[in-house]
């Protein structure tokens, strides 16, 4: 999870070694624990760090670690030589270690001979069933080919032993979006906001998987998470706000004929129309008109 | 922080001498054979002392406290981290030219 701080100081940093300034290493450093993915700045700054050898000895035995990240990001840039440089250097100081074989491996799903990554993937797989790393390159390299039905499959044989891994959870939700089967995704997504609870972001799409199935119920549920996800930003996020507005229009309009309880849906609707204007008040007072005759349009269908 | 840190030593010693000092009182009750009905008012200032310079020296030692409101500004969550575990390499970012001046030296 990325706060706004961290992010802040991403930027910062990232500006001061673009700049020129010192702090490359707090920058890299950073860039691991955030897992976020500026491959081409890592490849960039960590190659000036570990092209000087007085840098490089400075950093003690944290210059392997590195080195691994400085060959993930220069595969993702395409650069194979330096990538194949890296590796060399890491198989030479770490003879028989598994953790460079699976940069060996990703190295040839980079230069794209497939197979033979899934042939050394499948042996290491044999030597060690039990190896998640190894696992999730494999599903991610069906998913390269993109064979996803094949790729939700594997995923799914993946979570059956490994239940409490959300990432896998994450990604399994994203593919089943990309191919419209939205039960399923609403599914894995309620999986994701079991083991994070507290992270708005989850509510948040769980609310939109909901609206886009429709249906009456899915539809009060979606407006219940809409609001969750409200409560845990303390009203800031606008797409919550506008998700509220939307549900409980759309509910008024599929139970036009029965007479379900009016007042509380139009109460919360109007308590976040109001939050909205008074944000579009401040932060875009051009588009306030826009804002306020979309809303209008909302409450008259009701 | 080491100002803070003399104080809450300070803060430390003073509460230790106002044990000693109650302990030393009860043994001079003993002899004088009356009932220890509590610790004399000296030491009851000492001891409201001793608390408020230790209360002082650890709010202020240990730094800037954090915030832990989840809506706070600084603590909004911005983005979730990359799924870099299951992270592809046919993007369209191969397409673009590679640096060529971009070597491993050695």
Request: glycine fraction near 10%.
């Given at each position: 999870m990325v706060t706004k701080t961290e992010e802040s100081q991403l930027s910062r940093l990232e500006s001061q070694v673009d700049n020129g300034g010192g702090g490359a290493w707090d920058f890299l450093c950073l860039v691991r624990k955030l897992k976020v993915r500026r491959s081409d700045k890592v490849l960039k700054h960590g190659l000036s760090i570990l092209n000087d050898p007085k840098k490089r000895s400075a950093l003690g035995p944290h210059e392997w670690t590195l080195y691994e990240q400085v060959a993930i990001a220069a595969m993702d840039c395409q650069s194979l030589e330096v990538a194949k440089d890296c590796i060399k250097i890491l198989r030479r100081r770490f003879p028989g270690s598994k953790r460079v074989g699976r940069l060996e491996g990703m190295l040839l799903e980079a230069k794209g001979s497939l197979p033979e990554a899934e042939k050394a993937y499948l042996s290491f797989l044999e030597e060690n069933p039990f190896d998640q790393v190894v696992h999730k390159r494999m599903i991610a390299m069906v998913k390269a080919q993109g064979d996803i039905t094949r790729a939700i499959g594997l995923i799914n044989k993946y979570l059956e032993t490994f239940m409490a891994d959300h990432d896998a959870w994450r990604e399994l939700a994203e593919l089943y979006n990309s191919l419209q089967m939205y039960k399923q995704a609403a599914f894995c997504y309620e999986e994701l906001i079991l083991s994070?609870?507290?992270?708005p972001l989850y509510h948040l799409t769980y609310a939109d998987v909901l609206y886009t199935i429709g249906g009456l119920e899915n539809l009060q549920m979606a407006k219940k998470y809409y609001a969750s996800t409200i409560n845990l930003t303390g009203g800031k996020n606008r797409r919550a706000l506008f998700g509220v507005c939307l549900c409980t229009s759309a509910i008024a309009q599929l139970s036009k004929g029965r007479n379900k309880e009016d007042k509380d849906g139009t109460h919360l609707q109007s308590l976040a129309a109001t939050a909205l204007e008074k944000d579009y008040k401040q932060r875009a007072p051009d588009k306030l008109q826009l804002l306020s005759s979309a809303l209008k349009s909302l409450r008259v269908s009701s | 922080m080491g100002f803070g840190f003399t104080v809450g030593v300070f803060g430390v010693l003073i509460l230790s001498h106002a044990a000693y000092s109650t302990i030393q009182y009860r043994g001079l009750l003993k002899i004088m054979e009356?009932?220890?009905?509590?610790?004399p008012l000296t030491v009851f200032g000492e001891l409201v002392v001793g608390l408020i310079l230790c209360m002082w020296a650890a709010l202020t030692v240990p730094g800037k406290f954090l915030s832990i409101?989840?809506?706070?500004e600084e603590n909004r969550i911005v983005s979730l981290p990359e799924n870099l575990d299951f992270m592809?390499?046919?993007?369209?970012?191969?397409?673009f030219p590679s640096q060529v001046d971009l070597k491993l030296n050695h």
């Open positions: 994070q609870p507290t992270n | 009356e009932e220890f009905s509590g610790p409101h989840p809506d706070s592809i390499f046919n993007h369209r970012g191969r397409v």
